[in-house]
T-cell receptor, first 112, second 112 residues
Framework: QQPVQSPQAVILREGEDAVINCSSS?????VHWYRQKHGEAPVFLMI?????EQKGHEKISASFNEKKQQSSLYLTASQLSYSGTYFC?????????????FGQGTELSVKP | NAGVTQTPKFQVLKTGQSMTLQCAQD?????MYWYRQDPGMGLRLIYY???????DKGEVPNGYNVSRLNKREFSLRLESAAPSQTSVYFC???????????FGSGTRLTVV
């Protein structure tokens, strides 16, 4: 029941855009996105709720397609600081607290 | 302003040894979690505690026990370590009614 992320890895030049997808075979209540820099803890980016709107955080935004049970993370005009591994975490029902099912991660490298 | 503090940061154990990973949070969060992170597997929930005095199993609880000592502290115990428990362990916490989680900096455990 682990969500599937794609691609597994992506390499960008500064200023390029990227899309990371997270797909589930089960109906979801919410999708969370976290970023983890090498050797550090994952850090919360944003949450997409069922029935909610697209969210944004500076040049990073995300959407949640309920029909497809898929969330996409959009990184525009990438910066060196965007490098890291991005994880989606999913909740199937409301009020599961932090009991998330995480995808396997997408490693993003931004080069000068 | 520490957030979630884990000790130790690194540990090497021999097969069959026992140890306890310590975790404390100073954000007055109700819920606490233990995740493990393995390459290509993302983060998997071992145990969680919705509130002081309660604990419950996550996805991969076998070989582990937990104690919610008080609201601040949540420890993870390996009674008889196995090489399959070599991993990075993250403690995390969340506030009641909020599902995003704050992670600690992790404990890198190697079982030889």
């Amino acid at each position: 029941q682990q969500p599937v992320q794609s691609p597994q890895a992506v390499i960008l030049r500064e200023g390029e855009d990227a899309v990371i997808n997270c797909s589930s075979s089960k109906a979801l209540y919410s999708v969370h996105w976290y970023r983890q820099k090498h050797g550090e803890a994952p850090v919360f980016l944003m949450i997409l709720l069922k029935g909610g709107e697209q969210k944004g955080h500076e040049k990073i935004s995300a959407s949640f397609n309920e029909k497809k049970q898929q969330s996409s993370l959009y990184l525009t005009a990438s910066q060196l600081s965007y490098s890291g591994t991005y994880f989606c975490g999913t909740e199937r029902t409301y009020n599961q607290g932090g009991k998330l099912i995480f995808g396997q991660g997408t490693e993003l490298s931004v080069k000068p | 302003n520490a957030g979630v503090t884990q000790t130790p940061k690194f540990q090497v154990l021999k097969t069959g040894q026992s140890m306890t990973l310590q975790c404390a949070q100073d954000m007055n969060h109700n819920s606490m979690y233990w995740y493990r992170q393995d390459p290509g597997m993302g983060l998997r929930l071992i145990y969680y505690s919705a509130s002081e005095g309660t604990t419950d199993k996550g996805e991969v609880p076998n070989g582990y026990n937990v104690s919610r000592l008080n609201k601040r502290e949540f420890s993870l115990r390996l009674e008889s370590a196995a090489p399959s428990q070599t991993s990075v362990y993250f403690c995390a916490s969340s506030q009641q009614g909020q599902s995003w989680i704050t992670f600690g900096s992790g404990t890198r455990l190697t079982v030889v």
